[in-house]
C-alpha cells in the first residue's frame, strides 16, 4: 500500500491542515468570510492536543448551516412563533410552552402533543427545491439495488482519475498497475458544491423514509477525502444531513393527509463501543456504553423529539460537539469514530373530525383500559381510530477512514479499530454480494463489530441504501482509492427488499368490519326477502347478475369475518416477516352460526390475554420504581442507590469467594503434593525399569553371541570328527586301545566335560577349536563320545559337498593352523 498523501500547504488546497487557498481552481466557488458554526467547530478541535476525548461545542447558540436558497434569519423572523397558525388537534399551538430541545426525550413527553403536520411546519424549516411531482409521482422504496455514488475531491495536484458519465477510470499515464480498470457507478461527482449531491445520492432516500422505508446513506473513503463534508459540509455548503432535515419538514408540509412524530438520536462507535452523543453530561449514561439488543435495536439510547429545523440543529450540534476528533497526519479533524445520525419517523392519518380526536382505546374484557407501554424499538405513537401508525428510520452515517499507522500512538490504536470494523464491513458487503449472485444464504459475519451489527437489519435488505464512496484523487493515494472503488463495485451487488412497516388499530379495525358485516348482512336479507317477486320481473341474464351479486355480498361477509378473527392477532399488516400466520383458520362453508361461535372463542382468548397483561401490569407496579415524570435528580438519585447496592453486593461475593478460596487452595495444594510426589516416583521406577530393560536386552546381545559362537564352534568340530574319522584315525586309535563302551549318561557327561573346556579355552585363544592331540589319542573316538541328541544335529547338518570339498581344505586347515601335529 502506498503511503498516504502527505500535505503539502504548498500544492494541495485541500489539505485539511489549512484553508482553502484563494489560488485554488476551485476558489470560484461562494464562500462565506465569516467562519460558519462547522469552521468555528473546526478551529476550536484544531488546537485539541493529540488526546481524542469527549468534548463539547464552546457556544451552542451558534446556527447550523442554512442551506442556499432557503429563507434566512430574518425572513424566517415574519414566521416566528408568535404567529398563530391554524390549530391541529392534538398538536399545540405553538412550540413556545414545549420544553427546551434537550428536554425532548422522547420518554418524557406526551407524542400526541408534539406532532408535527403540514400546518404546523413553518416555512423557513423546508427545503423550497422539493418538487411536488416528483414527491408523489415515485416509490421511493421501489429500488432493490444500492444507490452507489462515487465523489472525487477536489485536488490543484495532479488528479489520477478520469471522470467518463457514469465511469470513473484512472488516466492511462498511471495505469501501469491496473490497466484501464473502468468502473461504473449510479453517479460520480466531482466539486466543492454538496447540492447536486445531495440530490442525485439522497434526496430519493430520505423521501423513502418518509414513506415508510427504512433508510441508510453513508459515506465511506480513507482519510480525509471528504466524508464529513460530504455528510456535514460547512456553512456554505451544507452536506446531506442538514439538507435532509430541510426536505423531511418539505416533506411534511406538503403531505397533509398525515401527522409525524420526529424523534433522533446521535451516537458514535469508537473503539467497538457505542457512546450515546445525546447523553446528558454528568448523567449515568455518559459513561455506559449503548448495547445492541437484537435486530438493530439499540438501549439505553437518548431520543429527543424534534419538532422543527431549529430543534433537528440544535441536537446536530450538541451531538456533533461530542464527536470524537482530533488531528492525525492527514487531517486536521479527523472523525475517530463511524458516527450515525438515526432520525425516527412514525406517522399516521390526520384525523377527520374533533371526535376521532377523543378517541380513547376500548376498555378491555375486563373493563379496564391498558395504555400500551411503548416496547424497544417499538412507536411511540398509538394507532388510534383505525388509524395504523407508519414507523421508519433514516440513518446517516458518517464512517470514521481507513488510515495507516499515523505518528501518534493513540491514533493509531484508534485506526486498528477503524480499520478493522472497515473491513468487517468489507466482508460482510462482499459476503452478501455473493449470496445475491450465486442465489446462495451463506454465514455473513454481521457480528464481528458493532458497526455491521448495527447496520444488520439495514443490510440485510429491509432499507433502502445509498453509499457514497469519496476518493482522494491524488496520485498518492491510488492505493487506498483503488480499494475504495472495490468497495464500492461490491456493495453495488448487494441485493435489497425494503418494507414498509405499518402497526394498526385492531380494535377500531375490527368495529369497522363489524359494522360492514352488519350493513352487508342487511343488505343480503333485503335481497333474500324481495328475491321470488324479483326473480320473475328479471330477464335470464339479470338472474344470473342477481345471483352473482349475492354472491359477492356473501364471500365479502365471510372475507371480513375472517379479517376480524385474524386482525387480533397481527398487529402489523404490510411486509413484516415477523408476521405471524393467523392461527384461526376460518372455513368459508360455516353457517352464520358456527361462525358466531368462533367469534365468542375468540373473544374469550382475547379476555384471558387481556387478563394476562393485568397481571403483567401488576407485576410491573409492584416493582419499586420510579415515575416517569419523576425529576431527573431523583432518578439519578435511584441509579446511584442501585449502583451502590450492585457495588456492595460485588464486594460481598468477592470477599466470599475469598474466604472460601483460602481453604480451597490449601486442599489443592495438599492434593497437588501428593500427586507430584506420586508422580515423581512412578518416574523414577520407570526408569528403573527401563535400564533394568536395556541390561537384559544387552545380557541377551551377549548370550546370542555366546551361542552363535558356541553353533560355530560345534560344527567345526562336527567337520573336523568327520574329517579324522575319514582319515581312518578313529579305527586306529580304536585298535590300539579297546575304549570302553559308552554308557548311557557317561557320553554326555564326557561331552559336557569336554565342552566345558573347550569354552573355557575358547575364551583364551583366538582359535575356536584347541585339540591336544595327546589326549585325542588316549581318548574314545569323538563322534563315539558326543551324546545321542548332539549326534541327530550332525545327521542333519546338511554340507554343500562342493563347499565342502574346496572349503574342507581350508577349513581344516585353518582349523588346524599352528598344530603341526595334526596331517595336513
Ligand atoms: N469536495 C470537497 N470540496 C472542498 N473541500 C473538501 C471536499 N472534500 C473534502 N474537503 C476538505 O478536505 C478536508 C478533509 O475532509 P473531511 O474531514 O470531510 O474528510 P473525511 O473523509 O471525513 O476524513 P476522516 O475520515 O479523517 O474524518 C476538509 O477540510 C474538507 O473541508
Not at 171 to 176: F, N
Not at 562 to 572: C, G, P, R
Request: aromatic letters at 4%.
Amino acid at each position: 500500500m502506498a503511503p498516504p498523501p502527505t500535505p503539502k500547504p504548498s500544492r494541495i488546497p485541500f489539505t485539511p491542515k489549512r484553508p482553502l487557498s484563494s489560488a485554488s481552481q476551485y476558489s470560484e466557488l461562494p464562500r462565506s468570510s465569516t467562519p460558519s458554526a462547522m469552521s468555528s467547530i473546526k478551529k476550536f478541535k484544531a488546537s485539541l492536543s493529540a488526546e481524542s476525548r469527549t468534548h463539547r461545542l464552546l457556544s451552542r447558540s451558534k446556527p447550523l448551516n442554512t442551506v442556499p436558497g432557503s429563507p434566512g434569519p430574518a425572513a424566517r423572523s415574519t414566521t416566528s412563533l408568535d404567529v398563530p397558525r391554524p390549530k391541529t388537534p392534538g398538536t399545540p399551538r405553538s412550540r413556545s410552552p414545549l420544553p427546551a430541545t434537550s428536554e425532548m426525550d422522547v420518554s418524557r413527553v406526551d407524542p400526541e402533543e408534539v406532532l408535527v403536520d403540514a400546518q404546523n411546519v413553518e416555512p423557513g424549516d423546508v427545503s423550497g427545491d422539493i418538487d411536488e411531482a416528483w414527491l408523489t409521482g415515485k416509490d421511493h422504496g421501489s429500488e432493490d439495488k444500492v444507490l452507489v455514488s462515487v465523489r472525487i475531491r477536489p485536488t490543484d495536484t495532479t488528479c489520477a482519475w478520469e471522470k467518463a458519465g457514469q465511469t470513473i477510470k484512472l488516466q492511462s499515464d498511471y495505469s501501469k498497475s491496473v490497466a484501464g480498470t473502468e468502473y461504473n457507478f449510479d453517479e460520480i461527482l466531482t466539486g466543492s458544491d454538496n447540492k447536486p449531491v445531495y440530490n442525485s445520492v439522497a434526496r430519493s432516500h430520505v423521501c423513502a423514509a418518509m414513506d415508510g422505508y427504512n433508510a441508510v446513506i453513508f459515506a465511506y473513503g480513507q482519510t480525509a477525502s471528504g466524508k464529513t463534508f460530504t455528510l456535514s459540509g460547512d456553512q456554505d455548503q451544507p452536506g446531506i444531513i442538514p439538507r435532509s432535515m430541510k426536505d423531511v419538514f418539505a416533506y411534511i408540509r406538503r403531505t397533509p393527509t398525515r401527522e409525524y412524530l420526529l424523534r433522533c438520536s446521535y451516537l458514535e462507535i469508537y473503539n467497538e463501543s457505542i457512546h450515546d452523543l445525546l447523553a446528558p453530561p454528568g448523567s449515568a449514561s455518559t459513561s455506559q456504553s449503548v448495547q445492541i439488543i437484537g435486530n438493530g435495536i439499540l438501549s439505553p439510547l437518548r431520543e429527543e423529539v424534534v419538532t422543527s429545523l431549529k430543534s433537528v440543529k440544535e441536537v446536530l450540534e450538541r451531538g456533533y460537539g461530542n464527536r470524537r476528533t482530533a488531528s492525525t497526519d492527514w487531517n486536521e479533524r479527523s472523525s475517530r469514530s463511524h458516527s450515525v445520525f438515526r432520525l425516527v419517523i412514525e406517522s399516521r392519518e390526520r384525523s377527520g373530525s374533533g371526535e376521532e380526536e377523543s378517541y380513547v382505546a376500548p376498555p378491555t374484557p375486563s373493563g379496564r383500559s391498558t395504555p400500551v407501554a411503548p416496547s424497544a424499538g417499538g412507536p411511540r405513537l398509538q394507532a388510534r381510530g383505525g388509524r395504523s401508525v407508519q414507523t421508519s428510520v433514516l440513518s446517516l452515517i458518517d464512517l470514521a477512514g481507513s488510515e495507516r499507522a499515523t505518528s501518534d500512538k493513540e491514533r493509531t490504536r484508534e485506526g486498528k479499530y477503524i480499520n478493522t470494523s472497515l473491513l468487517t464491513l468489507g466482508t460482510v458487503i462482499g459476503t452478501l454480494a455473493e449470496n445475491a449472485a450465486k442465489n446462495k444464504a451463506d454465514h455473513v459475519p454481521f457480528r464481528n463489530s458493532k458497526l455491521t451489527r448495527m447496520l444488520q437489519p439495514s443490510l440485510s435488505g429491509n432499507a433502502r441504501i445509498s453509499v457514497i464512496c469519496t476518493i482522494n484523487p491524488d496520485l498518492s493515494a491510488v492505493t487506498e482509492s483503488t480499494s475504495t472503488l472495490l468497495f464500492a463495485q461490491r456493495i453495488k451487488k448487494v441485493q435489497l427488499n425494503a418494507q414498509k412497516k405499518e402497526v394498526v388499530d385492531t380494535d377500531a379495525l375490527i368495529e369497522r368490519y363489524r359494522k360492514e358485516i352488519e350493513d352487508l348482512k342487511a343488505r343480503l336479507a333485503e335481497r333474500e326477502q324481495s328475491e321470488p317477486v324479483r326473480s320473475r320481473r328479471l330477464s335470464a341474464r339479470e338472474q344470473k347478475d342477481e345471483s352473482k351479486a349475492m354472491k359477492d355480498l356473501n364471500s365479502r361477509i365471510q372475507q371480513l369475518t375472517k379479517l376480524i378473527l385474524t386482525s387480533q392477532t397481527v398487529d402489523e399488516t404490510r411486509g413484516d416477516d415477523s408476521r405471524p400466520n393467523s392461527p384461526v383458520k376460518v372455513d368459508f362453508d360455516m353457517s352464520p352460526y358456527q361462525l358466531q361461535q368462533e367469534l365468542l372463542a375468540t373473544r374469550r382468548e382475547l379476555e384471558t390475554r387481556s387478563n394476562q397483561i393485568l397481571s403483567l401490569e401488576a407485576a410491573l407496579e409492584a416493582r419499586p420504581e420510579l415515575p416517569v415524570d419523576a425529576p431527573e435528580s431523583a432518578k439519578d438519585q435511584l441509579i446511584a442507590e442501585q449502583s451502590k447496592t450492585i457495588r456492595e453486593l460485588e464486594i460481598v461475593v468477592r470477599g466470599y469467594e475469598d474466604n472460601l478460596g483460602e481453604p480451597l487452595r490449601a486442599v489443592r495444594e495438599d492434593v497437588e503434593k501428593e500427586w507430584v510426589d506420586k508422580f515423581d516416583k512412578e518416574v523414577k521406577l520407570r526408569e528403573q525399569k527401563e535400564e533394568w530393560a536395556a541390561e537384559l536386552v544387552r545380557q541377551l546381545e551377549k548370550e546370542k553371541k555366546t551361542r552363535i559362537k558356541l553353533e560355530e564352534e560345534r560344527r567345526a568340530l562336527a567337520a573336523f570328527v568327520s574329517k579324522f574319522d575319514s582319515l581312518g584315525l578313529g579305527g586306529l586309535m580304536s585298535s590300539k586301545k579297546k575304549l570302553p563302551m559308552p554308557t548311557p549318561g557317561g557320553a554326555a557327561a564326557a561331552f559336557a566335560e569336554r565342552q566345558q573346556n573347550k569354552e573355557s579355552s575358547a575364551l583364551t585363544a583366538d582359535s575356536p577349536v584347541k585339540i591336544e592331540m595327546s589326549r585325542v589319542r588316549g581318548q574314545p573316538n569323538l563322534l563315539e563320545q558326543m551324546p545321542e541328541d548332539e549326534w541327530s544335529m550332525v545327521e542333519d547338518m546338511s554340507f554343500d559337498e562342493k563347499d565342502f570339498k574346496a572349503g574342507s581344505k581350508l577349513r581344516t586347515k585353518d582349523m588346524l593352523g599352528g598344530k603341526e601335529n595334526l596331517p595336513a
